[in-house]
């Protein structure tokens, strides 16, 4: 019997990918017969090779690219139905924005209001107040003015972070939010992404700084067009499990967690 408090079509996991396969108009299959599961309230680490298909996944799951077969589900509902609720944020690979685009850190964080505003785009003061939230929790307050294509790339991530914060969603997507800046930045994206799952927000995170995804990731997805492995970090994030996805690419093994395994591990580095 559920809770009388509870929403029955928000129960259940957050994200399902069941056998999703995706290929590109230029024939080219980036996703062969994917599936995981992600419960609410838990940050998944998406890990894979370059190529490997980890945006490709982001943007099914975000409903930007139809699966050619296989279905995604977001509590339950079709990503459409999601994507109508507002209950998905997501936070670009950098390589993927035109940073030329003439326009203020204020109005790119705005652009995560859209989908609460009415037709008109008029931010109301719930939109002020939730843009000037954002920007003071991802610690760029004083850059509000600035434009985007001004500032370092540190400061570019935790724009596009304030942007899917000010959406207040349920489920957020982040490809690849650590590359590219500071350690004081990677910390503070780290800290603020435990903070959400402990209020209940589903995290997916591409990422390829191995050696921290055990200290805040649940979960760990690894692809490479298929899915190599998923589960829970300390089932999933092994030595075997890091060797078939990366091979003789991965140039930083994260020793010290490598260390503590009994069965020295082969490096391939070329
Ligand atoms: N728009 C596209 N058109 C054709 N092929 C693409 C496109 N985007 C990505 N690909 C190809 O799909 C594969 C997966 O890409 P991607 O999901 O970007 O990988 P990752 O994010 O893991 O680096 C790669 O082989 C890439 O070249
Ligand atoms: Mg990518």
Not at 17 to 43: C, H, M, P
Not at 135 to 164: C, N, P
Request: net charge neutral; charged share 20%; proline share 5%.
């Amino acid at each position: 019997m559920s809770r009388h408090n509870e929403r029955p079509s928000d129960s259940g996991p957050a994200i399902v990918v069941d056998k999703v396969s995706v290929r590109y108009a230029s024939g080219q299959w980036a996703l062969e017969n994917v599936s995981l599961t992600l419960e609410s309230s838990s940050i998944c680490a998406l890990l894979g090779i370059n190529g490997s298909g980890k945006s490709t996944l982001c943007k099914a799951i975000m409903g930007f690219l139809p699966p050619a077969s296989g279905r995604v589900a977001i509590f339950k509902h079709a990503v459409r139905h999601a994507q109508r609720r507002n209950i998905m944020a997501y936070v670009p690979q950098v390589e993927e924005i035109d940073w030329d685009f003439p326009v203020s850190v204020y109005d790119v964080v705005m652009m995560g209001r859209q989908g609460r505003m009415g037709f008109l785009r008029i931010p109301a003061r719930a939109d002020r107040v939730a843009v000037e939230t954002s920007l003071a929790r991802v610690g760029i307050a004083d850059l509000a003015k600035r434009q985007i294509g001004a500032l370092s790339g540190g400061q570019k991530k935790r724009v596009f972070l304030a942007r899917a914060l000010a959406q207040e969603s349920r489920i957020m997507v982040l490809d690849e939010p650590f590359t590219g800046v500071d350690a004081t930045t990677e910390n503070a994206i780290i800290d603020i992404l435990k903070q959400l799952r402990d209020e209940g927000m589903t995290i997916l995170v591409v990422t390829h700084n191995l050696s921290v995804v055990p200290e805040y990731c649940d979960t760990v997805a690894m692809i490479n067009r298929n899915l190599i492995a998923f589960g829970k970090t300390e089932h999933v994030f092994t030595p075997a499990n890091l060797a078939q996805a990366f091979g003789g690419v991965l140039r930083q093994f994260p020793l010290d967690l490598l260390a503590q395994e009994r069965e020295p591990v082969q490096e391939h580095l070329p």
